[in-house]
T-cell receptor
């Protein structure tokens, strides 16, 4: 059974820091991996999608990597801003089409 | 439409009543998913549709929960005889088959009193 774990559960950093969020999964047979952002009381916003054949994806200050063989992904946020404060969710899509989520990392960026 | 649309955005219902939650996926997206997010909890998979069929219903928590999808588009999640533990945000997502990612709606916040 696929399990997705995110570390740390919570993170507080001063504005301007670069930071890394970690995601690990137990079964390497994944179709793709997607990072989402969730603001309090809101739905999920897709940040980056990495196909199983890819190693990384970049969008602005965000960079996500995927090492399928070791079951790991990282989300790198450069020059963090208070507006980046949110919960970040990692999810893997298996070959049945189901998306399996981690518990999330709640990020607070202090001005 | 441009995004996944869910209605209502908020629903307060009395314990024991039935509720229907609606999801209108992105046009052309053949896959549709329902998830539930309870307060302070992660996302719990409920059911997945490919077209109008549901190959995976394994996440439905009890037989009070059912879902259907018609015309390969709109889906309705029905909860019968609601209980307080059903209170949660119900999220719908759609996806193209193949290498598409998921797009989520804003959710329906259900409160059972």
């Amino acid at each position: 059974k696929q399990e997705v774990t995110q570390i740390p559960a919570a993170l507080s950093v001063p504005e301007g820091e670069n930071l890394v969020l970690n995601c690990s999964f137990t079964d390497s047979a994944i179709y793709n991996l997607q990072w989402f952002r969730q603001d309090p009381g809101k739905g999920l916003t897709s940040l980056l999608l990495i196909q199983s054949s890819q190693r990384e994806q970049t969008s602005g200050r965000l960079n996500a990597s995927l090492d399928k063989s070791s079951g790991r992904s990282t989300l790198y946020i450069a020059a963090s801003q208070p507006g980046d404060s949110a919960t970040y969710l990692c999810a893997v899509r298996d070959y049945t089409g189901k998306l399996i989520f981690g518990q999330g990392t709640t990020l607070q960026v202090k001005p | 439409g441009a995004g996944v649309s869910q209605s209502p955005s908020n629903k307060v219902t009395e314990k024991g009543k039935d509720v229907e939650l609606r999801c209108d996926p992105i046009s052309g997206h053949t896959a549709l998913y329902w998830y539930r997010q309870s307060l302070g909890q992660g996302l719990e998979f409920l059911i997945y549709f490919q077209g109008n069929s549901a190959p995976d219903k394994s996440g439905l928590p009890s037989d009070r929960f059912s879902a259907e999808r018609t015309g390969g588009s709109v889906s309705t999640l029905t909860i019968q005889r609601t209980q307080q533990e059903d209170s949660a945000v119900y999220l719908c997502a759609s996806s193209l088959t193949g290498d598409g990612g998921y797009t989520f709606g804003s959710g329906t916040r259900l409160t059972v009193v």
